[in-house]
């Protein structure tokens, strides 16, 4: 019961918070004509005067969207040769672009050997500085 209670408690709550933030936006947020009553008297005489010509470009830019819109061409123009020949071209691919394999044999390859050098050193002879497992170096 407690369950039901719960979830009918914040679906509630959930609902409310989905339909009254948008609906309070709505109903704080001023119209235009509200702003405009505002405006001191030489701001308004400006405002209005610019008012067609604004109409006008908004409504000429929202055609030319859905001309392009309809058109079938791409939205950018393919990039230049020289994009392609740039500095950056010339540069060699990375590693793991070429043969992923290969880098690993490699690494596998360097690993093998450095356990080998560590194998081959004589740990703390004459004097030397040692890992002794405690978090600091003693010398022996």
Known sequence: MVNAKLWAKMIGWGGLL?????????????TEEELRSRYNPDLKRRSLEGQTERREQFNNF????KEYSKSDKPSMPPPSPS?????KAKRPPHPL????????SNLDSMGRASR?????????AG??????????????
């Open 18 to 30: 989905c339909v009254g933030g948008p609906a309070l936006v709505i109903y704080v947020t001023p």
């Open 62 to 65: 929202v055609g030319q969207l």
């Open 127 to 140: 004097g030397e500085f040692t890992h002794s497992g405690g978090g600091a170096e003693t010398a022996r």
């Open 116 to 124: 080998r050098r560590r194998s081959e050193e004589k740990p703390g």
């Open 97 to 104: 672009l070429l043969d992923p394999l290969s880098l690993i």
């Open 83 to 87: 994009f392609f020949t740039g500095p």
